[in-house]
């Protein structure tokens, strides 16, 4: 066994079962089954410890001391092993045999390391068993064959294919390093062969293994901090080691590179913890972020049936009424019908307003684009608001330069984006003039839609046309706060362009439409 590489990957070894026990116990210490499962972690990486120990004679003059140890150690891997599975799969059928061999193998504990009826006396590369070394073996056994049952029958019970996987590959991962470390560690040496002790902590690598490829390949644990930690761990473990075997001329530049590595170890293990869960966190804000916007599409799809064509319905009623079609209609009530049409016109556009955003963000917004007449499209809008601007007495102001624009573009879209504006320009005018105007520039025609109203804030009109964006002076007035944002992706999606210009509140406003001709 007398090999730098057998020393050097029973060291690395033992360092990263050790570390890898205290990074769970410390970020998962209110767990149960962590706790169990850093136990065994660390009763690992003492076993192999206490192996290198034996073999090398470290430390302690007394071999027998080290040996007693690795079988102390060997006890405790299967029992928190056990602890671990049963705790984590919560499979509790064993309940009453879990408190004996709990107490047997605290007997046996015991009677390792005061007393030498399991180990005796150790030899150079060998030891002398006592007789009861068959019972402390049949134990082990029978606690790793516990083990395998409760992993394999719960393993059949799991429906999730990822987490499936991550479990068959930990089961193999234990089986596989297990079972040969229960031959050269236990059984062989019953029958005076010692040549493989040594062997049992390399087995384990087959268990790292299958456990780094449930981590690293279905991310069983958060690899970037365990990676990190063991690394840094890694590197104090050859600081300090370098410096314990420097001469005494060397041993102070060592120490103080010692201090260096660990001072920058523990800032990177601090620095990838916060890096890693910042991410978490935004994965954890992003699903939550998904689900939202799913449920805003259900709701909105909900709002197209539910919402919008019992309206639809009512307003088409109430045309036939004010039309005459069921008799003749009183002044007043005539008035009180106009204001409950146009009050569902508000409310079936708001719908509409709602569905459009879902479609424009699901990118399902489908155009019809042909030549049309822009000037006849501003006074079919004019003509629709004269009556709402005559109502709240406002001067409702048309100026045309041409009679005939022609220019490539969907009817439908660019009168529901000129209205848009149109209908927040007499909203938010309490007095005063709407001015809609339509000019020829170069190659475009601009649409022009100016107010005395109430004006703008300075910091809103850098988001006014973003979704559900509202000023503070439009807060008072019913609103979706998407019809300029819908008027923004129309009018994009006409290779146009679309702004606002405002002095500030109470002084107006203008929003401006320009559009390529054909």
């Known amino acids: ?175 596989l390093s297990s079972i040969p470390v229960l031959i050269v560690d236990l059984i062989l040496p019953y029958f005076e062969i010692f ?41 104090w473990y050859f600081s300090l080691f370098r410096m314990l075997g420097s001469l005494k001329e060397e041993i102070q530049i060592n120490l103080v590179s010692f201090l260096i590595s660990f001072i920058l170890g523990i800032l990177l293990i601090r620095y990838v913890t916060v890096e890693v869960e910042q991410r978490e966190k935004l994965e954890e804000l992003t699903k939550e972020l998904e689900k939202l916007n799913k449920l805003r599409a259900e709701f909105l799809s909900i709002a197209s049936h539910q919402i919008r064509s019992p309206m639809v319905n009512i307003r088409g009623f109430i045309e036939l009424l004010l039309h005459g079609q069921y008799g003749t209609i009183a002044d007043k009530a005539k008035e009180v019908l106009l204001k409950i049409y146009r009050n569902i016109n508000d409310e079936i556009n708001l719908v509409n307003n709602l569905l459009d955003y879902r479609k424009i963000e699901e990118g399902k917004i489908e155009y019809n684009f042909e030549n049309i007449n822009i000037v006849q499209v501003v006074k079919g809008i004019y003509d629709f608001y004269k009556v709402r601007a005559e109502e709240k007495n406002l001067d409702f102001i048309l100026n045309l330069e041409k009679e005939n624009i022609v220019i490539k573009g969907d009817e439908e879209k660019l ?46 009109l850098q988001k006014i046309f973003e979704g559900f964006e509202r000023g503070k002076t439009d807060r008072k007035i019913a609103g979706s706060g998407l019809g300029l944002y819908i008027a923004k992706e129309f009018i994009k999606a006409h290779n146009g362009e679309i702004w606002t210009e405002s002095e500030g509140p109470g002084k107006g406003s203008t929003f401006y439409v320009k559009l390529p001709l054909q």
């Not at 026990?21 to 410890?49: C, E, H, N, Q, T």
């Not at 984006?417 to 020829?440: C, H, P, Q």
């Open 415 to 460: 009168t529901q984006a000129i209205a848009n504006l149109v209908d927040n320009a007499i909203k938010y005018t309490d007095s005063g003039f709407v001015k809609i105007s339509v000019n020829e520039e170069e190659n475009n025609v601009l649409i022009t839609v100016q107010d005395s109203g109430r004006g703008i804030e300075s910091d809103y």
């Open 1 to 175: 066994m007398k090999s730098d590489w057998v020393v050097l990957s029973i060291s690395s070894l033992a360092l990263s079962l050790f570390t890898l026990s205290f990074s769970v116990l410390l970020k998962r210490y209110k767990d149960i089954p962590s706790i169990f499962y850093s136990l065994f972690m660390l009763g690992a990486s003492l076993w192999a410890i206490s192996i290198l120990g034996f073999h090398y004679n470290l430390i302690f003059s007394e071999k027998t001391i080290w040996l007693k140890l690795t079988h102390s150690f060997g006890l405790l891997i299967p029992l928190t092993l056990y602890l671990f599975v049963t705790r984590f799969y919560e499979d509790y059928r064993f309940k009453d045999i879990e408190i004996f061999l709990i107490i047997a193998t605290t007997f046996l504990l015991i009677l390792v390391m005061v007393t030498d009826s399991i180990i005796q006396k150790a030899l150079d590369t060998s030891y002398k068993i006592g007789n009861l070394y068959i019972v402390y073996s049949f134990l082990i056994i029978f606690i790793f064959l516990l083990c395998y049952f409760v992993l394999l029958n719960n393993l059949f019970l799991l429906k999730e294919a990822i987490n499936k996987i991550q479990n068959i590959l930990i089961f193999i991962g234990i089986l």
């Open 195 to 235: 040549s493989y002790t040594w062997l049992g902590p390399l087995f384990t690598f087959i268990g790292i293994i299958c456990f780094a490829l449930a981590i690293f390949r279905y991310r069983l644990f958060n690899i970037p901090i365990i990676t990190a930690e063991i690394l840094v761990f890694l590197l």
